[in-house]
């Protein structure tokens, strides 16, 4: 770790420090305990699935696989870590990393799995079992206290957005491998692999599945597969995928048209991109993300028209649906530890601000503030099972030329934006 790195995780750990003090005394706790969770084996099997440490556990620690450890915080005092390293000849044993940051806490090594002792007015969160919970003298999960701490994790401090910045830095070099695979003529897997080794990171230790989808797999929104084998015929790539450091996600999503691709789905990647562009230039403090939503509709709206796909008027394409048929998700979402980081459908004080029913897949509803960092992914996709009800309406959609994109799935293009005082900083160049 850099010494200026170091530096911003020290104070992002004192702001922690101060915050939670803040939030035990509002609670009138005295004592607060996360536990880390842990992986549960596959049904009938003694196989666990990939592992991820519960956020808030992680906003103070960093690290993304650690299990069967808790976090203890009480006001004035240093956060005590009892971290689970059991000796074991099986696994490598859990190891601190040699970084400086390990000296803000006092760090507990257990070979055994521990419940600590709490202090006082005691609450617990994370994931615990039934057991564990009858055995502590404590409030289990208080809903006001999560909702607070959720909330604290709506705002990144500067090292946050720094790790955030580093997870985006190492997923571009990953998104490069992945077009020049593409380029290359690779199948879904062979592009997956060289993501994965150009990103440096193996497949279970991702913020989520990686999309990567080939022609009209491009048109299925979290297409779960990786084909084996190279299509004969190459329309299009759609890559959405990710990277941590130190917990934190990165989420980019990039399309790119292939040899075979009609003429029409380039310029309507260059006017996605042009889309997603004047999109992020409008992120700003004060700006409500449902109005930046709308937006995005009033843009594709502008694309169907100047591509013939469409020959009514902009607010005939919104009315009608023809804008959400062939863009059905929401404009971007909170980012975070969590890659739809908590919060995003809350107002500040912790109440519900659900997505509002014309457009029920959004997933941040926020207004926007300095130290938001948001997604910003407009999308344009051929999807039969949308489109299919507009086809027995009498809208002037151009089926002619819409069904010329059916082998080319669809488009999405995904940066990663802070909001500053002044308006935003973009992680994805």
């Not at 004592?31 to 196989?47: E, K, M, P, T």
């Not at 695979?181 to 199948?187: D, L, R, T, V």
């Not at 926007?368 to 999308?379: A, D, H, N, Q, Y």
């Amino acid at each position: 770790m850099s010494a200026s790195l170091f530096n911003l995780q020290r104070e992002h750990l004192a702001h922690l420090q101060q915050a939670y003090a803040d939030l035990l005394t509002s609670h009138s706790l005295d004592s607060l305990a996360i536990y880390s969770g842990h992986a549960s084996a596959h049904f009938g099997d003694d196989q666990t699935p990939t592992f991820q440490t519960y956020g808030h556990f992680m906003h103070w620690v960093g690290m993304a696989d650690i299990q069967h450890s808790w976090l203890v915080i009480q006001a004035g005092k240093r956060p005590q870590l009892y971290l689970y390293a059991p000796a074991d000849f099986w696994h490598l044993p859990t190891r601190l990393p040699e970084e400086p940051w390990v000296t803000e806490f006092d760090i507990h090594l257990c070979s055994e799995k521990t419940t600590p002792t709490l202090a006082g007015r005691a609450a617990v969160i994370g994931d615990i079992e039934a057991t564990t919970r009858q055995a502590l003298d404590a409030q289990y999960q208080p809903e006001p206290l999560v909702r607070a701490l959720d909330e604290l994790r709506m705002l990144k401090t500067a090292y946050e957005i720094a790790c955030l910045s580093e997870a985006n830095r190492l997923a571009i070099a990953g998104h490069q491998a992945a077009q020049a695979a593409f380029i290359g003529a690779s199948a879904e897997l062979d592009i997956q692999l060289a993501y994965l080794a150009a990103s440096r990171q193996r497949e279970s230790d991702v913020p989520y599945q990686n999309i990567i989808g080939l022609n009209d797999h491009a048109g299925v929104l979290h297409y779960q597969h990786y084909d084996l084998n190279s299509p004969t015929q190459r329309h299009s790539l759609l890559v959405d995928a990710g990277r941590r450091f130190r917990g934190y996600c990165a989420d980019i999503t990039r399309t790119y048209a292939g040899p075979d691709a009609p003429g029409i789905y380039r310029d309507l990647i260059d006017g996605i991109h042009h889309v997603k562009d004047t999109l992020v230039e409008s992120v700003a403090p004060g700006i409500e993300f449902i109005a930046l939503h709308e937006q995005m509709h009033r843009l594709l709206a502008d694309i169907l028209i100047a591509n013939d796909l469409f020959q009514g008027s902009a607010e005939q394409a919104i009315d009608e649906g023809i804008t959400r048929a062939f863009c059905p998700h929401g404009l971007g979402h909170s980012l975070g530890l969590q890659v739809h980081d908590v919060a995003g459908l809350r107002h500040p004080d912790g109440t519900p601000s659900p997505a509002p029913a014309q457009h029920p897949a959004l997933r941040l509803t926020r207004t926007l503030r300095p130290g938001m960092v948001v997604t910003i992914e407009p999308g344009f996709y051929y999807i039969p099972m949308l489109l299919a009800p507009l086809r027995d309406k009498a809208l002037p959609i151009n089926w002619k030329v819409v069904d010329s994109l059916a082998n080319c799935g669809g488009i999405r293009i995904e940066d990663n934006v802070v909001v500053t005082e002044s308006g935003f900083k973009n992680l994805t160049p």
